[in-house]
């Protein structure tokens, strides 16, 4: 089943549920998954009777006899990691298993960017860094790049060395969010942070902002700075993929979005492309390229930073590897 079915699926569940017991579900649901749920809600048409029943007894057949909740907590870690992976898996574990912990940490999660910004950017660069590892690595590169250059690089430098995060901290952090949110309880040492955290969020900024961060790390420490540069996949970096890889990617890009995003690609980037369509794809991109007149650096950093999203989605979803490393103003023929 894909994950499109899935979604629908879990849609016309909770539209069957009443709203009292869909709410309660949506609790334990993050923002995105409540966002992308809520969509797939609002865009279920008329459904059958024998629809709703065949979703019911798919429900019913995947959940009969899961009734020995003795060691709740070993399940959840298994069904993490086999789901995701044994690295991904552990941050998510911490979380979950921390329960409302961080509670003042994953309220942030719900708020805009520009609202989130306003909040912090008066805080220790060290309490920033702390609430940003917490966040997704979007949501904590829009906050960053909302910030002031010196607080936003002194940020990205407390990311990249912090290694752990003590109760004491987190205590702290969350005396900070209480004041700020007027709630927040104490949370446990997680281990988030570091030089692929780093990575993760510059992926997101592109452009002189990335330029402007590493630049700034490099002068604190080199070796850092190049450490957390390998650790980055930009747009370049498609070379390194796999032929199957490119097609699983370019599957999900709209054919505007790639036009503007090869412009001023080098060549051998351009032959990667069109060798992983159909010959008359090819051709019709080839011809697309070459009537698109000059486009800003700005519009094809930004079309890059979106086909960088779903390389990302790929890659968490597993579908795809990475290898990877680590812009101005103007036109771009």
Known sequence: MTEEEGLNKTAILM???GHEEAAEVFKYLGPKDVQKLGTAMASVGKISREQIEAVLRDFH???????????????????LKKALGDDKA???IDRILQGNESAGIESLKWMDAATVSEMIRNEHPQIVATIMVHLDRDHASEILNLLPERLRNDVMVRIATLEGIQPMAMRELNEVLTQLLSGGDVGKKSSLGGIKTTADILNYMGGAIEASVLANIREHDADLAQKIQDQMFTFDNVLELDDRSVQMLLREVQSETLIIALKGTSEELKAKIFKNMSSRAA?????DLDSKGPVRLSEVEAEQKEILKIVRKLVD???IILGGKGGDEGLVE
């Open 283 to 287: 051709e019709a991109l080839k011809e």
């Open 90 to 92: 552990a941050h998510l």
């Open 317 to 319: 979803e597993g579908q």
């Open 15 to 17: 539209l069957s549920l």
């Open 61 to 79: 057949d995947q959940t009969e006899g899961r009734i020995d909740l003795a060691d709740s907590d070993e399940y959840i870690r298994s069904v």
